[in-house]
């Protein structure tokens, strides 16, 4: 399959230059000493908490941890064990535990990738494919606990919200099932400590593919781990992006990317710990350019630390699959550095059990949450609620209002463009199109960019007898799918039907006066711009944004503010109204907060068009009720109807000490 945007060289042009951006501002050769780097250390480490959904961390509860079953071999028996995460997130796992050992014994957690065992609907967990790295382990004077994954595991969860099955709410939650991945990775480390016969200082962790990334989180995260072997887990975000192999990856790979970090950040904080970074040089997912880079840059920072012995590289010939060449660099390395032994290796590492041997549950929890974790992982923004105080109203004063605007583009928005003050090219002439109905209405489109590479169009309706600069006032609507849709079957109908077609664009038309004009922005990936490609590709696009540090609707707000910008440029007085259509309520909502308007108008949301809108950490910074009131305290707001949601803006509104605007309702 073409995983690139062949069809779209525009959008891929300006992929490559964001990730050019962020490959130069967060290179880690910025870092020029050792001081700098451990200065800025922290902050990083906690940065990825947070993109991890893991800000502020999830209480410590209790494991619950249960035994459920022992299976034997000769050399070392495998409990059959679960424990909980949090309440009702299980973790089932199958603990390697040598016959014999004098005291405590270095530990493995070793973390899986997506292979599976599964029999018509039973499944048997990820950690039966892997078993052959667990038995080594325990052969070899280890304790190895093997953990399922969320996705794979007895109790199936979700790994492919926005891969398959349009979770796209996930990007403004602020979820991802890697942070799951982490926090089971960090209470199993927890486990692993409780158990007598591990030394809880001698811990090392390792994994391929999925498994690999989630190494790389719990190595970075935590410092317990002593010694890490991520097997093909990292590449760069360049090959990621602009050379598509997100296309090949579930979210479970990806933080949610915030702060614009490329990958090697995130190995980077393993530093000064053994470090050995593995792969294979045929790998179509992780490709051997990318984790060369990861390598090169990360390189520098244990140079830093004046511990080049601690990093390792091993590249062996081969596609993304377990071999055997992969298994014994990480078994010498844990070797060397948690049993201080560098002896050959004579032992292989191969399967004792069938996977129902190692089957933990004998029938499933029914309190277990791992196939509802998404809903309830990462906290949501807590409404307001109750009886409405001055302290309620004090909360959108001037000050106050301004420092929740700024913590929404810190938290939401860190992708847009530094300054607003690009001068962008724009069509004054515009491109006359039709008039519908004749000589009521005419149409002119102006083209535009909202920045580099990103071209907006702006179909604008006036009286024949106006020009745009002289308008007292204009509605902007930014323009959706449906919407789009209604235009063209309006616009391109035969010129004796114009404007009967019964459309959603029939009611604006009759706005149109001398006096006040009417204007359709269509921004990126919608209308005259819209992207080609199939549904698969268009999700493949969207995922794109994601890992930049962004959504598709985060910048198209963006897009809204460059079009009422270019609006004014003709006539600084003009009075802008902003429409939501129903499925971009929360796009005019934080577009007002960025672009002063006159009045905001909200179209009643369509029941499922809230899952097709998603702004960046939206749902964890603020509650949509909170977010109509600072609306409130820059404009005034209209809606068709008093929802729930806007309740809360129109009572704080009557108080008054308020100082912002009104919220009618039609």
Same mark, same amino acid.
């Given at each position: 399959a073409d995983r690139l945007l062949t069809e779209n060289p525009q959008l891929a042009r300006w992929f490559e230059n964001q990730v050019k951006e962020i490959e130069e501002t967060k #290179? !880690? /050769?910025?870092y020029e000493t050792l001081d700098e780097w451990t200065a800025a250390k922290p902050k990083l480490r906690q940065q990825l908490f947070e993109m991890l959904g893991l800000s502020p961390l999830p209480e410590r509860t209790e494991l619950n941890a249960v035994t459920t079953g022992v299976s034997d071999s000769d050399e070392f028996r495998v409990e059959r064990v679960h424990f909980q995460s949090m309440p009702g997130l299980y973790v089932t796992g199958n603990l390697y535990l040598p016959r014999h050992a004098d005291g405590p014994l270095p530990a493995i957690l070793y973390v899986c990738g997506h292979g599976n065992?599964?029999?018509? %609907?039973?499944?048997?967990?990820?950690?039966t494919a892997y078993q052959r790295h667990g038995s080594w382990f325990a052969r070899n004077g280890y304790v190895c606990l093997i953990i399922d994954t969320l996705q794979l595991g007895e109790i199936e969860g979700i790994h492919h919200g926005t891969y398959r099955y349009n979770r796209w709410w996930w990007n403004s939650r602020g979820y991802t099932p890697a942070g799951v991945e982490a926090w089971n990775c960090i209470r199993s480390l927890d486990y692993l400590q409780s158990r007598s016969e591990v030394d809880g200082s001698r811990i090392g962790v390792t994994g391929r593919s999925g498994g690999g990334a989630y190494s790389w989180w719990i190595s970075a995260l935590d410092e317990r781990i002593q010694c890490s072997v991520p097997v093909a887990g990292t590449t760069t975000l360049r090959d990621h992006v602009v050379n598509g192999c997100v296309e090949g990856h579930c979210d479970c790979m990806y933080m949610v990317n915030t702060h614009r970090w490329d990958y090697a950040t995130v190995a980077a904080l393993v530093a000064p710990r053994p470090l050995l970074l593995s792969n294979t040089d045929k790998d179509s997912i992780f490709p051997l350019e990318g984790v060369i880079e990861i390598h090169r840059q990360v390189r520098h920072i244990y140079d830093l630390y004046q511990k080049p012995d601690h990093f390792g590289l091993q590249i062996t010939e081969g596609p993304h699959k377990d071999t055997q060449e992969l298994h014994i660099h990480a078994f010498r390395w844990m070797n060397r550095f948690l049993r201080h032994n560098d002896d050959m290796i004579d032992t292989l590492a191969v399967n004792f059990f069938e996977p129902p041997q190692l089957k933990v549950f004998s029938s499933l929890p029914s309190n277990q949450k791992n196939t509802r974790i998404d809903e309830i992982f990462v906290p949501t923004a807590q409404s307001p609620g109750g009886e409405i105080s001055d302290r309620s109203v004090n909360q959108f004063q001037p000050e106050t209002a301004n420092k929740r605007i700024h913590e929404i583009a810190l938290q939401c928005l860190q992708s847009w463009p530094d300054s607003h003050e690009h001068k962008y090219a724009? %069509?004054? #002439?515009?491109?006359?199109?039709?008039a519908v109905p004749p000589g009521k209405v005419t149409v002119t489109r102006y083209e535009t960019e909202s920045q580099p590479l990103v071209p907006i169009a702006i179909d604008v309706l006036q009286n024949p007898t106006t020009k745009l600069g002289t308008c007292q006032s204009i509605t902007v609507i930014p323009g959706d799918t449906k919407l789009w849709n209604d235009w063209q079957s309006y616009f391109q109908a035969d010129a004796k039907t114009a404007g009967n077609t019964g459309n959603s664009i029939d009611a604006l038309i009759q706005q149109v006066t001398p006096d006040h004009a009417v204007? /359709?922005?269509w921004t990126r990936g919608y209308g005259p711009n819209q992207w080609k490609g199939d549904d698969r590709k268009q999700i493949q696009i969207k995922r794109r944004f994601q890992l930049i540090g962004t959504t598709v609707d985060t910048m198209r707000i963006w897009d809204v503010c460059s079009a009422i910008r270019m609006l004014r440029m003709n006539n600084e007085a003009i009075a802008i109204? !902003?429409? &939501?259509?129903? &499925?971009?309520?929360?796009?005019?909502l934080l577009a007002c907060l960025f672009e002063p308007v006159k009045m905001l108008s909200l179209v009643k949301r369509d029941n499922d068009s809230t899952s097709d809108t998603a702004i960046l950490n939206l749902d964890r910074t603020i509650t949509t009720e909170e977010l109509v009131a600072l609306a409130l305290t820059q404009c005034g707001i209209h809606v068709d109807a008093m929802e729930p949601e806007f309740e809360f803006a129109a009572k704080v509104s009557e108080s008054s000490h308020w100082p912002g605007h009104k919220l009618t309702a039609r």
């Open positions: #290179s !880690l /050769f910025n065992n599964k029999v018509k %609907d039973v499944s048997y967990g990820s950690k724009v %069509d004054k #002439s515009g491109l006359p199109l039709k204007a /359709f922005v109204k !902003l429409q &939501s259509t129903s &499925s971009n309520s929360n796009v005019c």
